[in-house]
């Protein structure tokens, strides 16, 4: 199995070629079929491709991601392939273009080689919102993998794939991250182009990668970044030098006193944290209880914005321009009605319902405007405490992945998010790394903030962590 870029290039630097190393994680996708992470194996172009980065290593021409194996979550387009956000009112569609972080990839030589299972448009902390089944844990195959990006977590947490993109537009790859043992990066908002993203919540969306290793996230982030002409909200900032990891020292760490003490947080979880701080304490760096007193408000924040932007975003599913057209419709209104109706799944439903709600004449400032002011004040507060503090810890999940089917109630499953919808609202880089093992068998994450596009400081902080243990 080969689970990180290292590898892949030790193996080529033995004489393996990239067709082979492709094979391989094909047998890998085979024998894992269970896991239902892939909705897709690009069979044909994953070897057509291979082989042509076997040519470009024989003339000495090849990119900086040679060798690499990719899998996309079903929400990114690339060009003439399917993509369905794991739901049925896209079916057969496939894409017009390739989303910019991806073409960034290729530019470098990574192949794509397959569609990741996601929840339904990326809406769901469970993987179980899929059109196309639930993902399960690869760890425990009675557990949820998280979501949205179950399908990316557990194909680079088994060994499927080197790197999987996901997005995360409340945690969607740092909750999967925390339940699967990899890491997993929600860059700045504006980081990492959004074109080609199927977009959700295009004020939250951000694409970002999966990995087993710090270096790959950081690799790879490095390589996506960066402002692209179709994203008008992608930002110029030069990207940094993520992959040298620089030592630090003197840092000063808040703690959010909220999310830390927090009743819902399993008790081993906390001990695991608490243990961290003690061990940067003993090292020399400040480490902080502040307080955040807005963490009730995240979550309902969230689900107020991002459903309004999804009510407006997946207006275009209309069964005209794309994909599942209703066969049983005659007539405008109906088609619209009967293909919307049959194409979306219950979730998505219910979220156009609450956004189309929130933007709704008379509930609008009641809503959707106070959520806009909230966010103001989080993010506000966000600032003011990066101002004198230089990232912010806290944990990813509250829990470790739970069982399949065990959480019914769709608030219960909203709350799943509470550590990393802050992130979104705010626009801040986080990332999950891996902090230990649960006695129930099952990993957690451990979640740093920075700055806004210090994603650079985010990797150093982060490969110093690892050093301590
Ligand atoms: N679980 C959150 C939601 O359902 C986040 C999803 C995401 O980040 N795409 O909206």
Redesign the pocket.
């Known amino acids: 199995m080969l689970k990180s870029f290292a590898e892949v290039k030790n193996k080529l630097a033995s004489g393996v070629s990239v067709l082979e190393i492709v094979e391989q994680y094909l047998v890998e996708i085979n024998k894992n079929q269970h896991l239902n992470c892939f909705l897709e194996v690009f069979e044909e172009s994953v070897r057509q491709n291979a082989a042509d980065v076997d040519a470009k290593i024989k003339n000495g021409k090849a990119g900086k991601l040679a060798g690499m194996v990719i899998g996309l979550k079903d929400n990114l387009c690339y060009k003439n392939h399917k993509v369905s956000a794991s739901s049925k009112i896209l079916e057969g569609f496939e894409s017009l273009f390739t989303a910019t972080a991806v073409q960034r990839l290729i530019d470098e030589d990574a192949i794509i080689i397959g569609r990741l299972n996601c929840d339904e448009f ?4 469970s993987n179980e919102n899929s059109a196309f089944g639930p993902v399960k844990n690869n760890l425990n195959n009675n557990l949820v993998p998280g ?2 990006s179950g399908g990316s977590a557990v194909a680079v947490s088994s060994g499927l794939c080197t790197i999987a993109l996901g ?6 790859i740092r909750q999967p991250a925390s339940f699967t043992g990899t890491y997993g990066l929600k860059p700045t908002y504006g980081r990492i182009s959004r074109y080609g993203l199927i977009a ?1 919540a295009s004020s939250f969306d951000q694409i970002g990668p999966f990995a087993n290793s710090l270096e790959d996230v950081a690799l790879v982030t490095e390589i996506m970044s960066g402002v692209d002409k179709f994203d008008s909200t992608s930002s110029s900032k030069t990207v940094g030098n993520y992959t040298d990891f620089q030592k630090v020292s003197g840092i000063k760490f808040a703690v959010i006193k909220e999310a830390v003490s927090h009743e819902g947080v399993d008790p081993e979880i906390k001990s695991f944290i608490q243990e961290s701080i003690n061990k940067l304490r003993k090292d020399g760096h400040i480490v902080e209880e502040v307080s955040f007193p807005y963490l009730d408000f995240m979550v309902p924040t969230y689900y107020v914005l ?1 459903t309004a932007e999804a009510s407006s975003n997946l207006s275009r599913f209309d069964g005209v321009h794309y994909g599942y057209r209703s066969p049983n419709a005659i007539g405008v209104e109906e088609t619209y009605k009967k293909s919307r109706s049959e194409g979306f799944g219950p979730e998505v439903k219910r979220r156009i319902m609450a956004g189309t709600f929130v933007l709704s004449h008379g509930y609008y400032d009641a809503y959707y405007t106070k959520g806009q002011k909230v966010r103001r004040i989080l993010k506000d507060k966000t600032d003011d405490i990066l101002n004198q503090y230089d990232v912010i810890l806290m944990p990813t999940t509250p829990n470790t992945a739970f069982e399949l089917n065990a959480v019914k109630d769709p608030i219960s499953m909203y709350l ?2 509470i550590f990393t919808v802050h992130a979104n609202l705010t626009g801040n880089p986080a990332i999950s790394i891996p902090l230990g093992k649960h006695t129930n068998g099952m990993p957690f994450g451990l979640q740093l903030m920075t700055r806004h596009f210090e994603e650079k400081r985010l990797f150093d902080i982060a490969a110093y962590i690892e050093s301590l243990n």
Not at 122 to 125: E, I, R, T
Not at 167 to 172: C, F, I, N, Y
């Open positions: 990326a809406m769901g902390s979501g949205s997005s995360d537009t409340g945690g969607s959700y991002s799943q998010d």
